[in-house]
């Protein structure tokens, strides 16, 4: 596997990946520049600065992961990622300790005209008088936002005996009471605040939250801090209310547009500005790139990613009951695809015994991605598994049963098409997969791997040998080999597994003897 690394990293995380991949550290670079080599890539590694577009994954044959060592995943096409399947990290709790105390560090340094006054000394004046500041004993804190960091602010800002006021429609009642915040609607925290602090994604509904309607609500004596996102506060209303002492002071540690030497801030007096330090310590840099380290490898193993933005986390316990299962299901899934005849249109997923009693995302995500491994360009995974069938038409129905009769746990494919319906069922026995049923005949087949032929036939003497005839003549090897029936001289279905394929020539050898209805070679 290759690793690129497009921005800087801790070397703790690089480390972590070298045991396993080839990791290149390529910082710096121009999107055109990244899209030249990202084809050679298994997985991509960026912080805020590389903008992870549409055209760099698309470029991106082989990615299978791309990680932000980071919180946010606003530079990376996630919509496009998910399309193909790509799985996307991020260290949503690397960072929060260092955000949430660069958080306390600048309301401290709002409230007492640190940085002003740290200037004016320095330049050779003393000045106290011009710098009196306020108390945050008592002040009433208006967090936006009470997530992982907005959390660790208000459970330090408890600890410096202010009152806490919250907005987030997406919080429990409870989660709010035990971290002793009062949630209120945002006008209202806009109203009564003494200091405001934001600790929110940017989106489109949460785009300049902050604005000039939103200022004209809050306290002359408010102070406002952003460590979050730039652009969640219009900056040039924000300059026009300080301007207008309809606002003391604020500090802005994220800008609109990053690197940012340039802003309408970095003119104002009371404005403290930062560039973007909120994740700018040494833990947190070592955090995030252990953190997303550590994914990547899950992804390369076939494992779920702890963090992904866009597949659902399956719990160790989970997993390790239907990690068996999940090559099952490929397989099940690559087997019914070979055997299957016309055009596909629908298919039915039944899961019996055990595994009923767990999420199956996962096993319907291997299924699909068995079936539609040699007929589609995208690699379908638990990430795009249902984008995948839905652009396909094709309509998947799962079911569930507790009961299974001769097994555990057993997974069944039908699929249905445009000539009829084809079933595949197998069940995990011993740690290794097994294929029981094809269509109306219950086996038993191992499938190891390499070439297996399927006959539906007559059962009746000879046949088997007539067949075997054929592949010695053509030198190819039989295996083992499996027969079912559904009864004596009836109808039934021979099984060989081969050393190599058969050509198309002896196909067509064995479809000429007597009583021999289909062949089918199939890889898996």
Not at 48 to 59: G, L, N, Y
Not at 292 to 300: C, G, L, P, R, S
Request: glycine letters at 6%; charged letters at 20%.
């Amino acid at each position: 596997m290759k690793v690129l690394v497009a921005d800087p990293i801790s070397d703790e995380g690089i480390d972590i990946l070298r045991s396993y991949a080839q990791v290149d550290t390529k910082t710096g670079l121009k999107p055109e520049e990244i899209i030249a080599i990202i084809g050679d890539y298994d997985a991509l590694i960026v912080r805020s600065q590389t903008q992870v577009s549409a055209d760099v994954i698309q470029a991106g044959k082989k990615l299978q992961v791309i990680a932000r060592a980071g919180v946010g995943i606003d530079n990376i096409d996630v919509d496009e990622a998910t399309q193909r399947g790509i799985v996307v990290v991020n260290a949503p709790t690397g960072n929060t300790i260092s955000a949430a105390e660069h958080t306390i560090a600048l309301m401290l340094s709002l409230a007492r005209n640190i940085p002003q006054a740290n200037a004016v000394l320095k330049s050779g004046v003393w000045r106290r008088a011009d710098f009196m500041g306020t108390e945050v004993r008592n002040k009433t804190l208006g967090i936006i936002g009470l997530g992982n960091v907005g959390s660790e602010v208000a459970r330090r800002a408890r600890g410096l005996e202010m009152k806490l006021i919250a907005y987030d429609p997406f919080i429990s009642v409870d989660h709010a009471h035990n971290l002793q915040v009062e949630l209120v609607p945002l006008k209202q925290l806009l109203k009564e605040s003494d200091f405001i602090t934001l600790h929110i994604p940017l989106t489109a509904s949460t785009k300049e939250l902050i604005g000039a309607k939103e200022l004209a609500l809050v306290k002359p004596t408010v102070r406002i801090i952003n460590c979050a996102r730039g652009g969640l506060i219009n900056e040039e209303a924000l300059v026009k209310a300080i301007r207008e002492k309809k606002v003391t002071g604020a500090a802005i540690d994220v800008f609109s547009t990053e690197p940012a030497t340039e802003s309408i801030l970095f003119g104002e007096a009371n404005i403290i500005v930062t560039p973007h330090l909120g994740a700018s310590t040494t833990e947190a840099q070592v955090t995030a790139a252990r953190d997303v380290a550590k994914q990547i490898i899950d992804v390369f193993n076939g494992q779920p990613a702890r963090t992904s933005i866009n597949a659902p986390f399956i719990s160790a316990e989970t997993l390790s009951v239907l990690a068996p299962f999940i090559k099952l299901a490929a397989t099940v899934g690559k087997l019914v695809s070979q055997l299957a005849e016309g055009q596909m249109n629908a298919i039915q997923i039944k899961y019996n015994g055990e595994i009923s009693n767990y999420d199956t995302n996962v096993l319907k995500a291997a299924v699909l991605g068995g079936l539609l491994e040699e007929i589609s360009e995208e690699r379908v995974n638990l990430v795009n598994a249902n984008i995948v069938a839905t652009q396909r038409g094709l309509t998947v129905v799962e079911q569930k049963e507790a009961t299974c009769e001769n097994y555990t746990s057993l997974i069944s494919i039908d699929v249905t098409t445009s000539t009829g319906t084809a079933t595949v069922a197998g069940t995990v026995m011993r740690g290794e997969s097994h294929i029981v049923q094809v269509n109306n005949y219950w086996i038993d087949i191992v499938p190891t791997g390499g070439y297996f032929l399927f006959s539906d036939h007559l059962d009746r003497p000879g046949l088997i040998s007539a067949v075997s005839k054929v592949t010695g003549d053509a030198d190819v090897n039989i295996s083992s080999m499996h027969v079912s029936r559904l009864k004596p001289r009836g109808q039934a279905l021979m099984v060989l597994a081969l050393d190599e394929a058969l050509s198309e020539e002896h196909i067509q050898q064995i479809l000429s003897i007597p009583d021999v209805y289909t062949v089918k070679v199939v890889k898996l």
